[in-house]
């Protein structure tokens, strides 16, 4: 069973960049097939935001309205991924999650997710 698990600071000041990784056990991020994504959820009970994948290939794609602050990395050898949010602002502020799967079928695996702040 593939277990992700998310790291990173809690409290970020605004102008930073954010950086979190998420570690995968249980399988590979190079799986023929499985994409590997970012999503987060803003406090207050909104919706989910999906930000961004990075493919088994290493390829990455980003969500427009993102895509100018957002990267995606990966490290093969440590099995795990990174997201780096550039220029962060207070509504950069929630809890972020990994999640992983088959492209086309949905995330079979998440991370509990991590509280993020944006605070000074």
């Known amino acids: 069973q593939v277990q992700l698990q998310e790291s990173g600071p809690g409290l970020v000041k605004p102008s930073q960049t954010l950086s979190l990784t998420c570690a995968v056990s249980?399988?590979?991020?190079?799986?023929?097939?499985?994409?590997w994504s970012w999503i987060r959820q803003p406090p207050g009970g909104k919706g989910l935001e999906w930000m961004g994948?990075?493919?088994?290939?290493?390829?990455?794609i980003y969500s427009p309205s993102l895509k100018s602050r957002t990267s995606i990395s990966r490290d093969t050898s440590k099995n795990q991924f990174t997201l780096h949010l550039t220029s962060v602002t207070p509504e950069d502020t929630a809890v972020y999650y990994c999640?992983?799967?088959?492209?086309?079928?949905?995330?079979?695996?998440w991370g509990q997710g991590t509280q993020v702040t944006v605070s000074s």
């Open positions: 994948e990075i493919g088994y290939s290493g390829s990455t």
């Open positions: 249980g399988g590979s991020i190079t799986t023929m097939n499985y994409l």
């Open positions: 999640a992983g799967g088959v492209g086309g079928r949905g995330y079979d695996s």
